[in-house]
């Protein structure tokens, strides 16, 4: 099963390193893999043994785009496409949400019924065309209809090819919306929008967590379109090889956390 890595620290560990004089060379961080979805990792330092709660900030598209790149990578082509679609579809709902923020407005997908594929890509063209002046081609929302089909009800696998080819049309349908985004909508407005959100992810982790002895870490340990610069002529093969190059050197600083939890029941 393929996941994505994540840089964390122990903060009582590094604390305690600071205050206490010829160890502030001590400070460590760790490099884990994380197989979580919703981009929440807990870890239990391998020195003093708290638990601490990672929470990766980035966007659930985004995450999902990682997750899908990662499994491209370990030549699962089939889950590749599920989290290629599921990306396309948090993104489609992230525009939506930010569109509506914008004009200071909230809109549930789920309680107003349109948490459908088909409602949810006919609200969103619309809103899209309405704020931007600009027709998103409907095809271009559902071009992964049939692969998706042909995956589950007649079980073909897909070729690499293919999910190259859906990853480039995911692509640049991102591409052309957040150059949008970027393009009409200040800056300030769409970045305090996605900050509410981050915001929003490790407030509810903090609530969760907050009569319990743990550490709630943050972390942007994925594919990020708007605190990044990314180059919008990357294609889905290009990016592929570049979080390759990146795993491949996380790699070999990353610890095994399984490992280490077999050890200390020992």
Wanted: proline content about 1%; some cysteine; overall charge neutral.
């Amino acid at each position: 099963m393929a996941g994505y890595y994540l840089n964390f620290t122990c903060l009582n560990c590094n604390e305690k390193a600071l205050s206490t004089k010829g160890c502030e060379n001590e400070i460590n961080s760790y490099i884990v893999k994380n197989y979580d979805m919703d981009g929440m990792l807990q870890v239990v330092c391998p020195k003093c043994n708290e638990i601490i709660i990672v929470v990766n900030q980035c966007l659930q598209f985004e995450i999902c785009l990682q997750c899908a790149i990662e499994r491209f990578l370990t030549n699962d082509y089939a889950e590749s496409v599920f989290l290629l679609a599921k990306s396309k579809e948090s993104f489609v709902e992230f525009v939506i949400d930010l569109l509506c923020y914008e004009k200071g407005k909230k809109f549930d997908l789920y309680k107003n019924g349109v948490h459908r594929s088909e409602r949810r890509y006919g609200f969103f063209v619309a809103s899209y065309f309405m704020r931007f002046g600009d027709i998103i081609n409907m095809r271009l929302l559902d071009s992964d209809a049939k692969l998706r089909n042909d995956i589950i009800h007649n079980g073909v696998y897909p070729k690499k090819q293919q999910v190259i080819d859906f990853g480039n049309s995911i692509l640049q349908f991102f591409y052309k919306v957040i150059d949008k985004i970027k393009s009409d909508i200040p800056t300030d407005v769409y970045m305090r929008y996605v900050h509410s959100i981050k915001q929003g992810k490790i407030d509810t982790y903090k609530q969760t967590f907050k009569d319990k002895k743990v550490q709630v870490q943050t972390v942007s340990d994925a594919i990020d379109f708007f605190t990044r610069n990314i180059d919008c002529d990357e294609g889905f093969e290009k990016l592929c090889s570049i979080i390759e190059e990146d795993n491949r050197m996380l790699a070999v600083h990353s610890i095994d956390l399984e490992a280490l939890n077999r050890k200390r029941r020992q």
